[in-house]
């Protein structure tokens, strides 16, 4: 039966299957659309004890003496911690673990926490939170990344204010420059987006007498949450359980440590009652992650034809106090700065920089949103110059499966830019172009169309652990429990998994029981993160399934003395020479017979063997592609702008789940619209100004156009039954598709997003000073 | 019945037990002096594969180019790896991972690894590293630690030459060396000491089919090896399995990883053929740890009367070019450095220094050794200053339980100290000491006779995590299956816990079947090293058990109708009115009715609330206490030095097993003397001078004295029966018993070990020279 399995890899949806590929109702579907499903900041229990987390009062200071008598003796305060309190190491981070879990010394960012507090009421811990006294010194605030890395800006790390550098260089950008028929250069500012997320962070921690602490809190990775936990606590794992799924949305802000830390540590100080903490939205805003902005300045030098020649590339992203994973995502920048294209000569250059800017992390796209705004407008830029069609212009330069891309590596993995392009080229909207634009709903609207495309690497980059577990159990009531340590963050790979396994088991999708995130119950099948869960998910619950069908085809076989090849797997029941053996009978004979009743699958993402030197991570194994389409209606008068239609045209190998891939298209779509449009969390001085929902906009229905999905399925040979990974690649040509579609409208380039009406109604104002003066 | 558990912990001896505290038999001794063990690099299997490590041509170069094509192509070869062939981390460390796994860039020590060779036969291994062609640039060699603390130095890592820079400052040391009787200022330099494991460094890889690697080497912690595998290969550590025990000796050399991320990634070139890896003597000389080389200067103040007023110290050690665990190692000995006593003015210093001196790790006493000599010569030179008796002013001076250490914190756990001193003052060899050293040898041979104390904290330090983890899982042939993390690394804990276990489930130790360090058996219970072994993984067994007693009282409740208050637990059997019950067939009745077989215990070791200041870890909540006495001869012609006999007074709390702690007392008391008069890696420029034991001399039976042990029972409540822990300890002061007991004889002090024949030949010339001047 293992044959078998491998057959069904990388086949491109030949064969007639019965879940796969299907439009399959998602198996966590009815419980959230009903409310019926509890998320785990909505429970409440009799003995509960609210915990809270005194933040820092000033983004960088030095902390002189922390009182908190006042707080202690405040009746219902359960306990009052601070950073003596904490057994083990005062740190996390998911790289290097620089952010203090409750801050000794200094603060580096209004976000910091300085001290814990449980009490019997929400209401008398925030009171508490008020009588802790903190004598601070104020230390001066580094808000500039550029000055930050600076040799007179303070340094807020020992290492100096640089957290990491990436610099990769083929060929030779200068003599390119030299022979370039073209040259664009500019400067491009991306913002400090929020996730926002529902479900603002928070959870459950409860130690029960024998001193094991299970921690119910929303994450990625529970698995690597424990370790973090672990190392803290100076305890040991395997005494922590980390269940960590359902979620009300993540997309990168949960990847890191939230509160699974305070939890565990005031968990030990509540005498076995469990302990809750909820963020305000405030509170998240302040203290939760956000995405890196950045700075980009990029000169990108063509041959007349359209050929482009060389790329020079240099990034700023500001992480805030901490890394987290900003290494990782400048690394990933600077990996998909060039777009999928193939340019002989690059020097590209990334640096992750520490402020006292709140804190940045991991979020959608990675990094690769800040730098395809930056490519795709140059693209743009380049065609208009040149007099190309900008598909043409792409198709001309983009690298096919077995080229060489613009990191120099031959790409082996499956490649769909090029169909992409061509859907994009045949569609209804981009073919009518003009008509629609034409329709434009008042005199003082314009209406501009435009497309871009990118890429985002599947997975983890060289030198990190890449690896996917499932185990499949046969249950005592015959069903099948499939355990994923990968968690259900919305993006629907429960279904996925329960698609897989009935698949290969021939059984009704209701036969299977998915469980996710669970350290007690998962095997490790690492983070819910890099568009990585279908595809490394996936593949070990295909590796599973046929050790499940082995070990029920064989005990059959024992069972009734048939021989092993006359056993049928008919669908939902195994058949022994015209006798049928349900699940349940083969259940029992095991266990009866002191058998295993679980089996389990493993798999390690394929990876390049060599790291392009400097690159910290790159090149990724393998990427999925999209080209994105969008048509916008730009108000002249306010700088308003609609985008009205987009055509999202993705490559995410096969599709296992049409429904699941539209949901995600239409989701990352709306998203990069808020980030192109509207979002951006201010801070100044190291202090948000940006503080809830009030002030920071993100698209509602009114903002949500026509989302239309093609998906071009490049089946990727090592992907479960040929998929690769689609979760972020889905918001990111589409900013650059709107900056241009909005200089298609009105002739205004906007290179500093979000493109507010304030700025797209400066840029068009002035455009028309500049056509006013005479030319000289 | 957990109950009764609780009750049997911190009990004195008190009640008669039928297997604690008794002479029992090792478990392991048999088939280890029978010779019928294999250890594991004893294997020889016929599909094997040999591997081999390439060294450093250099103490200190940078790495221009590898050339690996020649070695490739030689017949027999199957893999040649260097740098490029790590998928994940390339580092190790136990506490940071600055080691590379194989060198990219520069070399720090001859010990350092540049490639891995597989090869058919060792023959073709071993030749094909000579055809792997190394460019190097030579770099300054670091040879000298205190020069390396300099800022003209060449910095070995990015971060500066100084790992760890530890200070404990405690009262007014200035006020009191003004205020002082008297001022002893001395500096003390001690050796670099091999471990002289019998086996020397090893192990077997091998990758199955699916992927699954297992690695069978000598160690003292899998779990932590396992992790730091993971790392190296960027794999899932649930599908690496690590063997670490039994070993062929260890004393902490085999703490850190030492051939296990070799033997993984080998494994993953060798078409799933067992790879094995044996170091011969001499690169285990060269690359394997040493123990830290220190030059201590100390500066004690004392009253008239003896009363201890303030001392001064600072400490370098030279951890060679990686850090391994040099920080924690320089933390214990300032935490040591002022003996059991309470000394209010204390200002304490401590540095730990990379040079290009090999690689200084881990080793039994860890960084106390170093600062026992020196406090404890100087305990000695006041007494003799001041006319006092050296048991009277040590008498004067220790803390007792209760009381503030030199630290500055109240010790609360047990505290020996007092009553060892006691005991060593009534002993035969002290109380009859002068009519001993008048029954020299020979005319020209001086006897001297002399006594020191010293302690040493049991398991980690504040901010590490310290647990211990048993199961005690019901087998279906009825015998109890034993399990604990914690390595048998030749100190017995195998028999300790098998006698805690019998004795609390009141079966024949027979009955007991242990199995340690292995991932896939055992939990993890913390490594095998500071003293933490029999206390920590004995007290998890103790809680384990009570778990076994409850799960089988009330199954053979269950299955007799008998009420759970009339279950007898008698020897060997459960009896239920009058009716015996096997283990067997309590097995059968559960696994029937599908109930688990297997209960664990969890132990978290004790910790102080505070950490001192600036300590990097200290203090410990507990300690081990022992005093030496010991009578040498020294040939005045030559300087050779006898030891001839030791008594050696432990507190090791309960002692569980006598033979075990009398194995320890008399091992660590050769390896004392070894330390004191013989054993030094000497090391020139970077290059060592040292290689094997041609030129490494260490105590045979020919230097064992006579060694009695007189253990003082000191019981620690916290300890499984009241046991502590005195695997370190045992070495400690011995050495500066010796030094003093070779003054006693000889009006020479050496200050500078080993004391070699010529280092106490020149010492007694000297002070000749000195007594033939006439008085200035």
């Known amino acids: 039966m293992k044959a078998e399995a491998k057959n069904e890899k990388g086949n491109g949806g030949n064969t007639p299957f019965t879940w796969v590929g299907k439009r399959v109702r998602r198996i966590d579907g009815p419980e959230k659309v009903t409310g019926e499903l509890k998320y785990m900041t909505d429970y409440q229990y009799e003995d509960m004890v609210w915990g809270k987390v005194l933040r820092a009062k000033y983004p960088h200071a030095r902390i002189k003496e922390i009182h908190v008598e006042k707080a202690k003796s405040l009746p219902g305060v359960i306990a009052v911690l601070t950073h003596k309190d904490i057994p083990g190491f005062n740190g996390f981070g998911i790289v290097v673990p620089d952010q203090p879990v409750l801050c000794s010394d200094v603060v580096r960012c209004t976000g910091d926490a300085v001290a814990l507090v449980a009490a019997e009421t929400s209401e008398i811990a925030e009171q508490a939170l008020g009588l802790v006294d903190v004598e601070y010194e104020l230390l001066e605030v580094v808000s500039d990344p550029e000055k930050a890395m600076g040799k007179t800006s303070p340094q807020l790390h020992p290492d100096g204010n640089i957290h990491s550098h990436v610099k990769i260089k083929n060929g030779n950008v200068e003599d390119a420059f030299q022979e370039a028929d073209l040259i664009i250069e500019n400067t491009f500012y991306s913002p400090r987006q929020m996730h926002a997320f529902i479900e603002t962070e928070g959870g459950w921690g409860k130690m029960d007498e024998e001193g094991f602490i299970t921690i119910k809190c929303p994450g990625q990775y529970a698995y690597r949450d424990r370790m973090q936990i672990a ?57 939760g ?18 050929t482009l020649l060389a790329n020079r590339v240099r990034a700023v992203g500001d992480t805030g106090a901490y890394a987290s994973l900003g290494g990782a995502v400048i690394a990933l920048a600077i990996e998909h700065s060039c777009g999928p294209y193939k340019i002989p000569n690059v020097d590209l250059e990334g ?29 743009d830029m380049i065609a208009e110059k040149l007099g190309i069609d900008p598909v043409e212009i792409r198709k001309k330069n983009v690298y096919h499966q077995g080229e060489v891309s613009s990191m120099g590596h031959v790409v082996k993995s499956s490649v769909g830019t090029h169909k992409t392009l061509e859907v994009a080229e045949n569609c209804d909207l981009w073919k009518n172009r003009e008509k629609y634009k034409a329709e434009a709903s008042e ?5 501009g169309v435009s497309l871009a495309t990118s890429f985002h690497g599947i997975g983890m980059g060289i030198g990190l652990p890449d690896y996917g577990a499932a185990s499949i159990e046969l249950l005592p009531e015959g069903k099948f429990k499939v355990a994923v340590g990968c968690e259900e963050i919305g993006g629907g790979n429960s279904t996925v998994y329960a698609q897989v396994a009935a698949e290969m088991l021939k059984c009704d999708i209701s036969n299977i029981v998915v469980v996710q995130g669970d350290t007690s119950q998962t095997l490790d099948g690492g983070t819910v993160t890099a568009s990585r869960s279908t595809y490394t998910g996936g593949r070990a619950v295909a590796t599973a399934a046929p050790n499940m069908v082995s070990l029920l085809t064989e005990t059959a076989a024992e069972m009734t003395g048939v021989v ?35 089996v389990e699958g493993h798999f390690m993402l394929p990876k390049e063997k060599e790291e392009i030197k400097g690159s910290g991570g790159a090149p990724h194994h393998l990427y999925g592609y999209l080209t994105h389409v969008v048509m916008v209606e730009v ?10 239609r987009v055509v999202s045209i993705p490559d995410a190998g096969k599709v296992i789940n049409p429904q699941g891939l539209e949901g995600q298209t239409e989701g990352g779509a709306v998203m990069g619209i808020g980030y192109t449009l509207f979002e951006d969390v201010l801070i100044e001085g190291g202090y948000h100004k940006t503080r809830n929902f009030t002030d920071y906009i993100i698209p509602t229905i009114r903002e949500t156009p026509i989302i239309e999905t093609f998906p071009v399925e490049e089946a990727e040979e090592s992907g479960p039954f040929g998929a690769k990974g689609i979760g972020e690649v ?7 598709a709107i900056m241009s579609a909005i200089y298609d409208a009105t002739g205004a380039r906007i290179k500093h997003l979000p493109a507010t009406p304030e700025r797209i109604y400066n840029a068009i104002k002035q455009l028309k000073e500049q056509e006013a003066q005479p030319a000289r």
Not at 294 to 300: C, R, S
Not at 352 to 375: D, E, H, K, S, W
Not at 635 to 644: A, F, H, K, S
């Open 289 to 306: 992650m956000k995405r890196h902005p950045f700075k980009v300045q990029m000169k990108t030098a063509v041959k007349k034809d359209g």
């Open 443 to 447: 005199p003082w609207k314009k209406r």
């Open 351 to 379: 640096f992750c920089v520490y402020t006292n800017n709140g804190i940045a992390g991991a979020f959608r796209g990675f990094g690769v949103n800040q730098v395809c705004m930056a490519i795709e407008t140059h693209m």
């Open 730 to 736: 889905v918001m990111i040509p589409i900013i650059a």
């Open 564 to 598: 092993m090849e006359k056993i049928e797997w008919l669908p939902n029941r195994i058949v022994a020479a015209g006798e049928t053996i349900s699940y349940k009978r083969l259940f029992d004979y095991l266990y009866e017979h002191r058998r295993k009743t679980k």
């Open 635 to 644: 108000d002249t008068l306010t700088g308003e702008t609609d985008v009205l």
């Open 231 to 287: 190392r803290a606590l100076a305890y040991n794992p395997e005494r922590i359980r980390v269940i960590s799924s359902p979620i009300g949305g993540a997309f990168g802000g949960k990847d890191e440590i939230t509160v699974q830390i305070y939890l565990a540590l005031l968990a030990m100080h509540t005498n076995g009652r469990p302990v809750k903490i909820h963020y305000s939205r405030e509170e998240s805003v302040v203290a």
